[in-house]
């Protein structure tokens, strides 16, 4: 992923068993995916509404099928736009395997900067891509479930979709 910063050519929305999602894209890839009213949210964009751009109708796909149990990776292309700390922490994201966990600490490691693990866990909140770039699975140290921009109760359910969660962390 490179920092640079390419306008939303257009934008999409679908609808998911955790309320809808915005989604935008540019020329090169998918910007963002967006749950309405979540923390961090960048606000409207004046994009057109097109379902039928390559990105959003991909992105959309691979969405439903994630929601279905059918899918566990994305393939769509990515353009997220971030600092390069930010963009190396989302990298670092996009190895955690589908029902795998990890730690706010484990990426800071990760990217190199195993002091910066509160940078880490701006980074993570920052993270444009909610789902498909899969800050979700990311926990605390010990284990608990820790903040979320589209908030603690979607966390859940995605942990528990993707078999990620122990009885106790789904209660």
């Known amino acids: 992923m490179k920092t640079h910063d390419q306008p939303v050519a257009a934008q999409g929305r679908i609808e998911t068993p955790l309320g809808p999602l915005t989604l935008w894209a540019s020329a090169r890839g998918l910007m963002a995916v967006l749950f309405d009213a979540q923390k961090h949210h960048p606000g409207d964009s004046a994009a057109p509404l097109d379902p039928?751009?390559?990105?959003?109708?991909?992105?959309?796909?691979?969405?439903?099928?994630?929601?279905a149990g059918s899918r566990r990776q994305f393939a769509v292309p990515l353009d997220p736009q971030g600092t390069p700390f930010q963009q190396a922490v989302w990298q670092a994201l996009l190895e955690i395997e589908c029902g795998a966990l990890s730690s706010?600490?484990?990426?800071?490691?990760?990217?190199?900067?195993?002091?910066?693990?509160?940078a880490v866990g701006a980074a993570v909140g920052r993270n444009p891509l909610s789902i498909i770039v899969p800050c979700h699975r990311v926990v605390g140290s010990d284990g608990s479930l820790t903040g979320?921009?589209?908030?603690?109760p979607r966390k859940r359910a995605l942990l528990a979709l993707e078999g990620a969660l122990s009885a106790e962390l789904a209660a």
């Open 148 to 152: 979320y921009a589209g908030g603690l």
């Open 52 to 67: 039928h751009h390559p990105h959003i109708a991909l992105a959309a796909q691979e969405l439903n099928e994630y929601f």
């Open 104 to 118: 706010y600490g484990e990426v800071a490691r990760r990217v190199g900067r195993p002091a910066a693990v509160r």
